[in-house]
């Protein structure tokens, strides 16, 4: 039942073939990562600023509290963060309508087209390998990812797609 490509077609797969994936996936992500990192070093940001700015762009008024569960960092980390983007007025920052104890995250104007630079990058990338692969390993490669996620991730996954934002 092998193929072409080494047996990937079987249920069964070798631990060198798991390494491989491994690595593929250690690879790719630093490609992926690459063009946002480039624009993210000339205003001193890093990663964690990327995540941030993205998630709060996917769902605008999110709470700092959602943002913490999300990205699975902590409290200290984000507001480290979070204090950065506000300062530099690429977040806004305000009180919860329901529960003024609460903070709801909005991006800035500013915020917005930084957000637009490094997922334009990401979406080219992502573009032209989804291109590359064609639609069948597109759908197959999102099940894979689906698959590795933990049960609540997968949930606030599949929360965000629902919401179309």
Do not use: C, W
Not at 71 to 98: C, F, P, Y
Not at 129 to 150: I, K, Q, T
């Amino acid at each position: 039942m092998a193929d072409s490509h080494g047996g990937e077609s079987l249920l069964y797969l070798t631990d060198e073939q798991l390494r491989q994936g491994i690595e593929a996936m250690y690879f790719a992500y630093r490609g992926f990562t690459a063009d946002p990192d480039r624009i993210l070093a000339t205003m001193a940001y890093g990663r964690a600023h990327h995540r941030a700015i993205h998630f709060i762009n996917r769902a605008p008024g999110t709470t700092v509290t959602n943002l913490l569960e999300i990205l699975g960092v902590t409290k200290q980390s984000l507001n480290r963060v979070l204090r950065t983007l506000i300062e530099d007025g690429l977040v806004e920052s305000r009180v919860g309508s329901a529960d003024r104890r609460e903070r709801n995250l909005y991006l800035t104007e500013a915020g917005e087209a930084l957000e637009n630079r490094l997922s334009d990058a990401q979406r080219t990338r992502m573009r032209a390998a989804y291109r590359d692969a064609g639609p069948e390993a597109v759908s197959g490669f999102r099940r894979v990812l689906e698959a590795m996620m933990d049960k609540e991730m997968k949930r606030r996954y599949a929360a965000l797609r629902e919401s179309g934002q």
